[in-house]
């Protein structure tokens, strides 16, 4: 099923790029990318909430039939939609054409060409021959393939970050699965995981309503160490579930914004023709982290306990910020591409 899929978060924020470009709203690209976040987290907060409703109350796989619909119906209106669709650019250099003028000519003893008056409606069309124009003067350098997106410095360590610091969340999840089971409160589960995409909601409304000002790679370096610190308090306090819920809902104030950053450092590295390619690896690196995040913790739970499971996350998380502080090196070596907006990408 998932080859089947479209990266529809990498397609929707290639539109983001390309609706505001080159225009004075361009900055409102931070704005887009955590309202996309946003929205993220409120389908994180209700989808498990309807799907578990679905296979209880209407029939064991109803909860399947939703998604496709949706995806169905909300695919065909996003592709209608074609004003957004950003364009296959290929620029074409073209040399200056040498038209002879009236000084050539009398040199040259040739008649200078007519000129066509509105009233001459047979006039002849000039030749190429005529202007000097040839079709051998149009080349296409940028005809081969396009580069590939991972050679840019810097986006391999991003991807690995995010491969590492997304294990973290399903660490939490199941994790805070195994405790509630143990202390018979597995009914609230659903509560208690919803806090902290609430918080990453509420984190996206506040990183989008502002311009946060310096690199995003110095941004994403910050939220990395403060969900590390969050997921310390979560496991000193993982036995009171109050106290951790509005823990939760503060830690997660960092979980949008660091996606949106992420996003945000792979438009600044990669041209515009492979933007959608290097926001799709992003949203790769994060699904494969996710299913390491689940695996590695179930296997610590059959070994040991839920409190040592709570170790994982911010363990793996503590493990991404060298990484983020590697790409941001090898990001700030990187030659100047030319194009695009050159903006947050040195520290």
């Keep these: 099923m998932g080859l089947t899929q479209f990266s529809f978060g990498a397609l929707v924020r290639t539109r983001w790029a390309y609706a505001l470009r080159g225009s004075q709203h361009e900055s409102l690209l931070n704005t887009a990318y955590a309202l996309e976040a946003a929205i993220d987290e409120i389908v994180f907060i209700f989808g498990p909430i309807l799907a578990a409703f679905l296979a209880t109350s209407v029939h064991p796989v109803s909860q399947l039939f939703v998604p496709t619909l949706a995806c169905g119906i909300g695919g065909a209106v996003f592709f209608s939609l074609k004003n957004t669709v950003p364009p296959v650019l290929e620029p074409i250099d073209v040399v200056a054409a040498e038209i002879p003028d009236a000084q050539s000519n009398a040199v040259t003893g040739q008649p200078a060409p007519a000129l066509q008056t ?86 996206a409304v506040i990183f989008g309503s502002r311009e946060m000002k310096g690199s995003h790679w110095r941004h994403m370096v910050m939220f990395l160490t403060l969900l590390t610190v969050g997921y310390v308090v979560f496991r000193m306090v993982m036995g009171n579930f109050l106290i951790l819920g509005v823990m939760e809902i503060l830690t997660g104030l960092c979980v949008s914004p660091l996606f949106a950053t992420g996003n945000l450092i792979v ?29 590695i913790a179930g296997a610590v739970l059959d070994a040991s306990s839920p409190h040592m499971s709570m170790m994982i996350p911010w363990i793996v998380t503590l493990c991404a910020v060298p990484l983020a502080l590697l790409g941001w090196f090898l990001a700030r070596k990187r030659p100047g591409r030319g194009t695009g907006r050159a903006t947050n990408t040195a520290a």
Aim: hydrophobic share 45%; proline share 6%; with cysteine.
């Design 267 to 295: 438009k600044d590295i990669v041209p515009a023709r492979s933007l959608t390619e290097g926001l799709s690896w992003v949203t790769t690196a994060g699904s494969v982290g996710t299913s390491f995040g689940s695996t």
């Design 118 to 203: 509105a009233g001459d409606h047979a006039a002849p069309t000039p030749s190429p021959e005529d202007n000097g124009f040839r079709l051998r003067r149009l080349h296409r350098p940028y005809s081969a393939k396009p580069r590939n997106v991972l050679t840019y410095r810097g986006i391999l360590p991003l991807l690995v970050v995010f491969v590492v610091f997304n294990m973290s969340f399903t660490a939490f999840d199941v994790s805070m699965t195994a405790t509630m089971k143990a202390a018979g409160a597995e009914r609230f589960l659903g509560l208690q995981l919803a806090m902290f995409a609430v918080g990453s909601c509420i984190g």
